[in-house]
């Protein structure tokens, strides 16, 4: 595995915004806080590596930058969230990370292998909920996550006996034989996050995994996590639920306009206040109802 500054698969020219900071891999976004971003430069992580390790990912869509050099090392054994406003570059972050999206620049480690140098062997290390999931709707729950298993190799015994757990545990049991099709929001979240979590990944990746599911299923859906984590699997979360996040994972990174504005422990990154008052201080964007006189009513 080579250590090269940066990747550029397909690069743009000399005059584009990108290389710069994406070259850089630095953390000129971050705030003062230690560990967790920057200080590292754009080299492979040690073995002892971070759960997920980021160095200079930058992803450009046309014109706009979506993301714009992040480096982040997720350490081994946190409860991570992810936070930053609508269009942030939350999940083009995140879906680079997990080896859908090909960055035009920066490198990606799961645990120290290389996502898009070694794609098999990361992903095997990962289970991912994405957003906007597009499943096989024409199978069943039950069928659905038993083909997850069976594509991931395990053997029909196995496989049998963890579908049922994963849907007792997530209150699908009853559904097991409806279509996915047929399920509502939450129900498809759900199963979802099942088929993420079939094969015991060491790393996983939710891009907003509570979104639509009702608060009893959310409080399952947490408990397994935590009980995850402490039993030494990492997990990587993306929220808009500051109070969600605040009170559910120990380091939090906020991202704004494609960059990193702060990282670390989530008591480091609210320094006192309540995150989502840092969110608010950190990201800006407040009080911009002015020129919508005439919605009021009276
Ligand atoms: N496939 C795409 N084509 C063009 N632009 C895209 C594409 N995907 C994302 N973008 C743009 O990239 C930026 C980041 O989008 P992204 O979906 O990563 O944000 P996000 O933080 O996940 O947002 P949200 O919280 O609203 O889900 C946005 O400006 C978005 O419009």
């Known amino acids: 595995m080579t250590s090269p500054d940066f990747v550029q698969p397909a690069g743009p020219g000399p005059q584009d915004p990108l290389p710069d900071a994406a070259r850089r891999g630095d953390a000129r976004t971050a705030v003062g806080l230690t560990g967790t971003i920057g200080g590292a430069g754009p080299h492979r992580p040690q073995p002892a590596a971070p759960a997920l390790a980021l160095r200079g990912l930058a992803k450009r869509f046309g014109g706009k930058i979506a993301v714009n050099g992040i480096n982040l090392d997720v350490p081994a054994g946190s409860f991570y969230g992810l936070v930053g406003p ?35 062997a990361a992903k095997q290390l990962m289970g991912v909920l994405p957003d906007g999931v597009r499943l096989f709707d024409r199978l069943t729950g039950e069928q659905l996550v038993t083909y997850a298993g069976l594509l991931r190799g395990m053997d029909r015994a196995t496989v049998a006996s963890r579908v049922a757990d994963l849907l007792r545990a997530l209150d699908l049991a009853g559904d097991a034989g409806t279509l996915v099709v047929d399920y509502s929001a939450g129900m498809t979240k759900k199963i979802a996050l099942a088929s993420a979590l079939i094969h015991a990944p060491r790393l996983l990746v939710l891009d907003e995994p509570f979104e639509a599911v009702d608060p009893v299923s959310a409080a399952n859906i947490r408990d397994i996590l935590h009980d995850y984590v402490a039993s030494g699997g990492t997990v990587i979360v ?23 504005l702060a990282a670390g422990t989530v008591d480091e990154v609210r320094d006192g206040a309540s995150l989502e008052d840092r969110f608010v201080q950190l990201v800006g964007g407040r009080g911009r109802s002015e020129g919508l006189s005439w919605l009021r009513t009276s």
Request: net charge negative.
């Open 86 to 120: 609508n269009g942030a570059g939350k999940t083009t972050t995140l879906s680079m990370a997990t080896g859908m999206l090909r960055p035009d620049y920066g490198q990606v480690w799961v645990h120290g292998t290389d996502v898009w140098a070694q794609p098999l």
């Open 238 to 260: 993306s929220s808009h639920v500051m109070d969600l996040v605040q009170r559910m994972c120990d380091h939090v990174a906020v991202i704004a306009q494609g960059n990193v």
